[in-house]
């Protein structure tokens, strides 16, 4: 029996041992460039450090071994001009030829479908680049003798080629969200200041996606977390241009107080208005209610009125609070969590609150202690 099991163990240690990743391999050969270095960078988000160094060989031959958790960018160059990024995968046997008089932009790299999407990717931009700046050219050589019909022609040229790199690179995504190509594919820019892609809806299939599979990859991680603040950015202009587009009214409520009565925000006419969101279960909300009543016997009488919007689901622990601390203004509340009204006023934390004027017009936003004081002293007087 003791045999037996010995048996097992050493199979058993075999089988492990030959399905044990061996790590990736990158290897070729790079002509002109006999017995130079070539390097191996990572690269991360926003540098990149150096791995490994190897000196060509008098034919130009080289080879990077390496081992990592998830799929990840390096960069093989040459010199700090002259270099390529490829995208590796954990067991890849990578392949790459190329002369070192233009190894940046012609080379042939096989073994690694990631790294011909980025080659894809980073060939196509540089053409569209090129399209761009040939035009520009012609722009700035005619700027005083072209008419306006050749401007307005060249314009329209300029703005086409963009459009289909645009088009391309977002169809590019929706067709590799699971690729980490697809986070180059997102960073890639027109220049210093212009993204091609803008479209937040390809951010974030591409941030969940990817998150999914590799939540550990720093490329991921900036990605998602990226993505996470331009969400938050979009909604506050959603809601600036709600407001800009409805001039000077604020977005409406309309939820049932303690006794089931539907009350509006909109009913409030004349009124300065401190729209309150809040929970019955959550201890900084209660312990602003007690300077809430303080404000509210202060300033009743000149004109303001509190609108409270409870964010709870439970019914008795809301009526509770209200009785518990004093709370003689509006209280509505739908107990699903007023989802709908908190979304209008993209409300991300509670407490929140927001001051109305008296066209209601929003003036003012989280205020609280003195600040909140003043702000609705100067609007009562």
């Known amino acids: 029996m003791k045999k037996i099991t010995s048996i097992a163990i050493v199979l058993a240690t075999f089988i492990v041992g030959c399905n044990k990743p061996n790590g990736f391999v990158i290897s070729g050969k790079i002509t ?4 130079k270095y070539l390097y191996l960078d990572e690269l991360k988000v926003s540098s990149s450090i150096p791995v490994d160094s190897v000196k060509l060989k008098k034919d130009g031959s080289f080879k990077f071994k390496g081992k990592i958790g998830y799929p990840n960018f390096y960069l093989l160059r040459i010199n700090e001009k002259n270099f390529i990024t490829l995208l590796v995968d954990t067991t890849e046997k990578i392949t790459v030829y190329g002369d070192a008089s233009n190894f940046a932009h012609d080379y042939i790299v096989e073994g690694s479908s990631g790294s011909l999407l980025v080659q894809e990717l980073n060939n196509r931009l540089t053409v569209t680049k090129h399209r761009i700046d040939s ?33 391309y690179s977002t169809e590019f995504v929706q067709k590799h969200p699971f690729s980490m190509s697809s986070v180059l594919a997102l960073y890639q820019k ?12 390809s951010l974030k299939v591409a941030a969940s996606a990817l998150n999914s599979i590799f939540p550990k990859s720093e490329h991921v991680k900036a990605l998602y977390a990226n993505t996470q603040r331009l969400m938050v950015q979009e909604k506050n202009n959603k809601l600036q241009a709600f407001i800009a587009e409805n001039g000077e009214n604020s977005p409406d409520i309309t939820l049932p107080n303690h006794n089931g009565r539907d009350i509006s925000l909109s009913s409030l006419t004349g009124k300065i208005i401190l729209i309150q969101f809040w929970s019955a279960l959550n201890r900084d909300s209660r312990y602003q209610n007690q300077a809430l009543v303080e404000l509210y016997n202060k300033y009743r009488s000149k004109g303001l009125e509190i609108y ?21 203004w509006i209280n ?50």
């Open 190 to 201: 027109f220049d210093d200041s212009n993204y091609v892609i803008q479209d937040i809806h």
């Open 32 to 35: 002109n460039a006999e017995e």
């Open 332 to 381: 509505v509340g739908d107990m699903k969590g007023s989802v709908s009204a908190l979304h209008s006023f993209n409300i991300q934390t509670i407490p929140s609150n927001y001051i109305l004027d008296r066209e209601r017009r929003i003036v003012a936003r989280d205020l609280k202690g003195p600040a909140l004081d003043q702000a609705i002293g100067k609007l009562t007087r």
């Open 308 to 328: 409270q919007v409870s964010v709870d689901t439970d019914r008795n622990a809301w009526l509770s609070a209200i009785e518990e601390d004093g709370l003689n």
């Open 135 to 167: 035009i520009r050219n012609r722009v700035d050589a005619f700027r005083s003798l072209a008419d306006p019909v050749q401007k307005n022609k060249w314009n329209s040229e300029l703005a086409e080629i963009k459009q289909n790199q645009i088009r």
